[in-house]
C-alpha cells in the first residue's frame, strides 16, 4: 500500500517515490493465473474479480440506469452499423421492460461512475491480452469501447448462444476465431433476489457448460474475464414486476464504420431536433 504522506521538495508536495507509472502497471506474474484460467485447454475459460466494486457502488449504478429517461440521454438503437466516429449513446427497449443502453467514450457520460468503471475493466482487459493500456478505448483504430448497461426482465432467450470474436477475413477457416479476445461481465444483480431462470451461460475450455449463479458463484459487483469465442448465451430469465432483473454491464470492442450514410445525418438531427423540441413542452 502507498503512503498518504508527503514529502516537502522546493516548496511542493509530491507523491512518494515509489508511486511511478510503472507502479500502475499489473506485472506479468500477477497476470499468469488469471491467463491460465482463461487460455489454457483444461482451465475454466473464465476469470472472476469478485467485489470489483462494493455494494454501494452497485445500488448507484442500478438505480440511475434503472430511473435514467433515455429520450433525454440516448437515440434510438438503428443497428450496430450505424457505430461510427462521434456516433450518439443508444437505447434498444422492448415491451417486456428489456433495456440496453449503449455508451460510447466520446459522448459526455450520463454518469461518472459508469464510465470510470467500465474504463478501469477496459485497461485491465487490455493488459491481461498484452494489449497497450488504452488500446480502442476511444476508436483509435477501427475499434471502440461500448460499454453497455443491460437489464433483462422476462425473455425465454435473450442471446441465443453464439460465438463472438470471428475475423471476418478468415470467416470460411478452420481458425476464424481470435482466441485471445475477451469479454467481460460485471454482475450487478443477484439469482434468486432480482431474477429467476438460467441467465449467463458458458462454455468452459473443456466443453462443458456452467452457468453462473447456480454453478458457478456469483454475487453483485463481482467482475468475470471469459473468453468471447467460447458459446455463450442469455436464457429463461424471469422476474417479478418490482425486481430489476438481470442486471450487468459488458464491455464489447465494437468495430465502426468511418462515417454514418447522408441519409443518417440527416435523420440524426431531425431526432434532436424533435427530442429537444418534445423536452421543451413536457419540461
Same mark, same amino acid.
Given at each position: 500500500?502507498? $503512503?498518504?504522506?508527503? #514529502?516537502?521538495?522546493?516548496?511542493?508536495?509530491?507523491?512518494?517515490?515509489?508511486?511511478?507509472?510503472?507502479?500502475?502497471?499489473?506485472?506479468?506474474?500477477?497476470?499468469r493465473d488469471c491467463r491460465l484460467a482463461l487460455y489454457h485447454s483444461s482451465g475454466s475459460g473464465y476469470?472472476?474479480?469478485?467485489?470489483?466494486?462494493?455494494?454501494?457502488?452497485?445500488?448507484?449504478?442500478?438505480? %440511475?440506469? $434503472?430511473?435514467?429517461?433515455?429520450?433525454?440521454?440516448?437515440?434510438?438503437?438503428?443497428?450496430?452499423?450505424? +457505430? +461510427?466516429?462521434?456516433?450518439?449513446?443508444? @437505447? $434498444? =427497449?422492448?415491451?417486456?421492460?428489456?433495456?440496453?443502453?449503449?455508451?460510447?467514450?466520446?459522448?459526455?457520460?450520463?454518469?461518472?461512475?459508469?464510465?470510470?468503471?467500465?474504463?478501469?475493466?477496459?485497461? !485491465?482487459?487490455?493488459?491481461?491480452?498484452?494489449?497497450?493500456?488504452?488500446?480502442? !478505448?476511444?476508436?483509435?483504430?477501427?475499434?471502440?469501447?461500448?460499454?453497455?448497461? @443491460?437489464?433483462?426482465?422476462?425473455?425465454?432467450?435473450?442471446?441465443?448462444?453464439?460465438?463472438?470474436?470471428?475475423?471476418? =477475413?478468415?470467416?470460411?477457416?478452420?481458425?476464424?476465431?481470435?482466441? #485471445?479476445? !475477451?469479454?467481460?461481465? %460485471? &454482475?450487478?444483480?443477484?439469482?434468486?433476489?432480482?431474477?429467476?431462470?438460467?441467465?449467463f451461460k458458458f462454455e468452459r475450455n473443456d466443453g462443458n457448460s456452467v452457468v453462473f449463479g447456480t454453478d458457478v458463484n456469483i454475487s453483485s459487483g463481482d467482475l468475470v474475464f471469459w473468453r468471447?469465442?467460447? *458459446?455463450?448465451?442469455?436464457?429463461?430469465?424471469?422476474?417479478?414486476?418490482?425486481? @430489476?432483473?438481470?442486471?450487468?454491464?459488458? &464491455?464489447?470492442?465494437?468495430?465502426?464504420?468511418?462515417?454514418? $450514410?447522408? &441519409?443518417?445525418?440527416?435523420?440524426?438531427?431531425?431526432?434532436?431536433?424533435?427530442?429537444? *423540441?418534445?423536452?421543451? *413542452?413536457?419540461?
Amino acid at each position: 500500500m502507498y $503512503s498518504h504522506e508527503y #514529502s516537502s521538495l522546493a516548496g511542493e508536495k509530491r507523491f512518494p517515490e515509489d508511486f511511478t507509472y510503472n507502479g500502475l502497471m499489473l506485472p506479468q506474474e500477477a497476470l499468469r493465473d488469471c491467463r491460465l484460467a482463461l487460455y489454457h485447454s483444461s482451465g475454466s475459460g473464465y476469470f472472476i474479480v469478485r467485489r470489483f466494486i462494493d455494494p454501494s457502488q452497485v445500488s448507484h449504478i442500478c438505480s %440511475l440506469w $434503472s430511473t435514467a429517461d433515455p429520450i433525454a440521454s440516448h437515440e434510438r438503437f438503428p443497428g450496430k452499423s450505424h +457505430f +461510427f466516429r462521434n456516433c450518439p449513446n443508444y @437505447i $434498444s =427497449e422492448d415491451s417486456e421492460g428489456n433495456k440496453t443502453y449503449f455508451n460510447f467514450p466520446w459522448n459526455a457520460p450520463l454518469d461518472q461512475l459508469t464510465f470510470a468503471v467500465a474504463v478501469q475493466v477496459h485497461v !485491465l482487459r487490455n493488459l491481461i491480452t498484452g494489449r497497450m493500456p488504452y488500446f480502442s !478505448l476511444f476508436g483509435d483504430g477501427k475499434e471502440v469501447l461500448d460499454y453497455r448497461v @443491460i437489464f433483462t426482465r422476462a425473455s425465454e432467450t435473450w442471446i441465443a448462444p453464439h460465438r463472438d470474436a470471428a475475423n471476418y =477475413e478468415r470467416r470460411f477457416e478452420k481458425g476464424r476465431y481470435d482466441l #485471445s479476445r !475477451l469479454q467481460a461481465t %460485471l &454482475f450487478l444483480s443477484e439469482k434468486g433476489v432480482d431474477y429467476d431462470g438460467v441467465g449467463f451461460k458458458f462454455e468452459r475450455n473443456d466443453g462443458n457448460s456452467v452457468v453462473f449463479g447456480t454453478d458457478v458463484n456469483i454475487s453483485s459487483g463481482d467482475l468475470v474475464f471469459w473468453r468471447h469465442n467460447n *458459446l455463450h448465451s442469455v436464457e429463461d430469465v424471469h422476474s417479478g414486476e418490482e425486481d @430489476i432483473g438481470f442486471a450487468r454491464m459488458i &464491455f464489447p470492442a465494437e468495430s465502426i464504420v468511418t462515417s454514418p $450514410s447522408r &441519409f443518417d445525418s440527416v435523420r440524426r438531427r431531425l431526432r434532436g431536433r424533435l427530442g429537444r *423540441l418534445y423536452r421543451k *413542452l413536457v419540461g
